[in-house]
């Protein structure tokens, strides 16, 4: 039988913490790679320490948007590896313009960090919306959504050992989505608010309204308001150290 892909929740929150909560970051281990993340919020490290997995493991971080619930943890990702003895190259996946800000997060946080000497490389490739590159073994494509954070906001696709991941990241509805996640094994969904219309998010609302245009095998909601948590909802939700495996079907 083949080896599954193991998709762990390290971080499933808001921006906020709602719910006590780690921000975005899904830890990815498909059979043969190394692993990888989805997203990496400024609470990823913690998120990562505290499910026992290694960041210094992690061989590359796909960037859904710039905006630091999903992309501040990598200043501290970076230097975790400098001070822990981190070899392997460690490549940042994202929007154009990622590097540019990557090595502004980096010098706003820990001045001189950026240019700092290390004994691994830090790479980035810049992921163009409707184009597919290979980072880390993984087949990453993007789409752009609808969330301004100073850079094209992306949903992904990974593929990787005959399975398919999607993520919505941030954004209102946009049928860009339907196309991410056709035929996917997962999607990982934001679902902020149950009705209220918050600008450039997704609703509960807005993912059942469009359910049967939503091919993907299982579907999981993440980013979740108090407005959403501890509620009965249609969907399957996560939380902090779910962890969930996917075979080929």
Known sequence: MDDPITVTFAGSGDAFGSGGRCQACVHV????????????????LTALKRQGLDPGEVAAVFVTHLHGDHFGG??????????????????????????????????V??????????????????????ETATVAGFGVTAWEVDH????????????????????????????????????????????????KAVPYHLRLADLAAHRDRLTARRVILTHMSDDMLGRDVPFETAHDGLVIELGRA
């Open 29 to 44: 281990r498909a059979p043969g790679l190394p692993p990888v993340l989805l997203d990496c919020g400024a609470t990823s």
């Open 109 to 130: 946080m820990f001045p001189g960090s950026s240019t700092a000497r290390r004994r691994f490389a830090v790479e980035v490739v810049e992921l163009a919306p409707g």
């Open 74 to 107: 990598l200043p501290f990702l970076v230097l975790d590896g400098q001070f822990s003895g981190r070899t392997g190259a460690l490549t940042v996946a994202g929007p154009p313009g990622t590097g540019r800000r990557l090595a502004a997060a980096m010098e």
């Open 148 to 195: 301004p954070s100073g850079a094209p906001p992306l949903a992904l696709r990974l593929d990787a050992a005959g399975r398919a991941i999607a993520c919505t990241g941030d954004t209102a509805w946009t049928d860009a989505l339907i196309e991410a996640s056709a035929g996917a094994d997962l999607l990982i969904a934001e679902a902020y608010y149950r009705d």
